[in-house]
């Protein structure tokens, strides 16, 4: 990753941070596995028929890898951070245990065969107290149930073990079919899920909900999910997931321009730090020339 400030990393972060606006848009009208099944849906019948007109390569050899890379990624994830916060978590602070991952995905970086510098350990460090410093004004535990607690913790999981497994066993593939397979796999596991524990038939199809499902399909799904993949493939995988930090103080600048929530001094020195950290992480070590 040449620069934290390149194009690529800058808009992935923006994408990956509108996710808890879309949960706060989308959620009142729909119950949470639906409402993914509405999204994942939505991928396939753009994707699918751009796949069969394109003729874009099958990964030979790594279709199961790609599908169970996207269960984690897409269903594990997905479906524990929704659940969580329908259950009454704070969006702050289930962003602050998912932005646990890059320390977890550090820590598990030898197993894939990276190695995390001292520095980096560093920026980790300061990373995530820039994340509990942005979130901490939001974060209560009022009401709050273990279910909810425990699904958020099987969103970092799925999150965490999804991106090493896909850095390691099957990081290269065409970012078209690959997406198709791991949404049509997503697709599969949420189903019966959904099925057997909401009332799908109660989406409200209101303008809000129209426009949040509209971005989850166009911008996270398909956009994001795409930025994410072409990181995973150029990047260390700690260098990609310490990016992470930076969505909790970019949604906090997010909601506090759409909804007029409170932007404390602490937040602001919390974004401070989060960046600072990232830079720690991101930043390549000096090599001398021959």
């Not at 409200?204 to 993949?229: D, E, K, N, R």
Request: charged fraction near 10%.
């Amino acid at each position: 990753m040449r620069s934290l400030f390149s194009p690529i990393p800058l808009f992935f972060v923006f994408l990956w941070s509108t996710g808890f606006i879309v949960a706060r848009y989308g959620l009142p009208y729909a119950p949470p596995l639906t409402f993914l099944l509405l999204r994942f849906l939505g991928v396939l019948a753009i994707l699918g028929p751009l796949v069969v007109l394109l003729r874009a390569p099958w990964p030979k050899g790594k279709v199961g890898h790609v599908a169970l890379a996207g269960l984690l990624l897409q269903a594990g994830y997905l479906s524990g951070v929704w659940c969580a916060i329908k259950l009454g978590m704070p969006a702050g602070l289930s962003a602050l245990i998912v932005g646990m991952q890059p320390v977890l995905t550090a820590f598990a970086a030898p197993l894939i065969g990276e190695r995390v510098r001292p520095r980096q350990w560093l920026g980790l460090a300061f990373g995530l107290g820039g994340v509990a410093l942005v979130v901490y004004a939001k974060i209560t535990l009022v009401g709050l149930s273990w279910q909810a607690i425990a699904l958020a913790i099987f969103a970092l999981l799925s999150i965490t073990a999804g991106t090493l497994y896909q850095k390691h066993f099957c990081p290269q593939f065409d970012l078209r079919t690959g997406t198709v397979i791991q949404f049509a796999a997503s697709l599969a596991a949420v189903l019966p899920v959904a099925w057997l524990l909401e009332d799908m038939g109660s989406v409200q199809w209101t303008p809000q909900f129209v426009g949040a499902w509209a971005w989850s399909v166009l911008a996270l799904s398909i956009g994001a999910i795409f930025l994410l993949f072409a990181l995973i493939r150029r990047s260390d995988a700690t260098q990609v997931t310490s990016l992470l930090y930076l969505t909790p103080p970019t949604t906090a600048l997010m909601a506090w321009a759409m909804f007029g929530e409170v932007l404390n001094w602490m937040g602001l020195a919390g974004m401070a730090l989060a960046v600072i950290g990232v830079l720690f992480v991101v930043k390549q070590p000096n090599t001398a020339q021959p």
